[in-house]
C-alpha cells in the first residue's frame, strides 16, 4: 500500500524560510514524476511545482517561480520544497504528490497518489 507523508510546514513570518519534504513508502520515486501542490482555505488547489522522475525537468508555478525551488533525492525517495521569501498569500495546506508526468501546467489530474498535506502559515 502507498502511503504518502509530507513534513516541514509551520507558522514563519514573512520574508522567512521553510523547507517541506515528502517521502513514500510503497513506491519509488524514481518510477514517477512528483510535484507538489497547495491548497488555501476558499480557494482551489493550485499546481506549485514538479519535478521529472529523473530529476532534470522541473516547472515552477508564476506565484512562486525565483522563490522557491524542488528537488529529488532518489536514493533517500525523498521530495524537497525549499520555499525562500515567503509572503503570506502563501499561507495554505501543502500537498506531495506521485504520478506521471510533470509539465507547465502542473496538472494535478497526472498524480495518483497524494499526502495528507502540512500546513504553512506566513504571517504579515
Known amino acids: 500500500q502507498v502511503q504518502v507523508v509530507e513534513s516541514g510546514g509551520g507558522l514563519v513570518q514573512a520574508g522567512g524560510s521553510l523547507r517541506l519534504s515528502c517521502t513514500a513508502s510503497?513506491?519509488?520515486?524514481?518510477?514517477?514524476?512528483m510535484g507538489w501542490f497547495r491548497q488555501a482555505p476558499g480557494k482551489e488547489r493550485e499546481g506549485v511545482s514538479c519535478?521529472?522522475?529523473?530529476?532534470?525537468?522541473?516547472y515552477y508555478s508564476d506565484s512562486v517561480k525565483g522563490r522557491f525551488t524542488i528537488s529529488l533525492d532518489n536514493a533517500k525517495n525523498t521530495l524537497y520544497l525549499q520555499m525562500n521569501s515567503l509572503k503570506p498569500e502563501d499561507t495554505a495546506m501543502y500537498y506531495c504528490?506521485?504520478?506521471?508526468?510533470?509539465?507547465?501546467?502542473?496538472?494535478?489530474?497526472?498524480?495518483?497518489?497524494w499526502g495528507q498535506g502540512t500546513q504553512v502559515t506566513v504571517s504579515s
Open positions: 510503497g513506491l519509488t520515486f524514481e518510477n514517477y514524476a
Open positions: 519535478i521529472s522522475w529523473n530529476g532534470i525537468t522541473t
Open positions: 504528490a506521485a504520478g506521471t508526468g510533470c509539465n507547465e501546467y502542473i496538472a494535478a489530474h497526472l498524480y495518483t497518489y
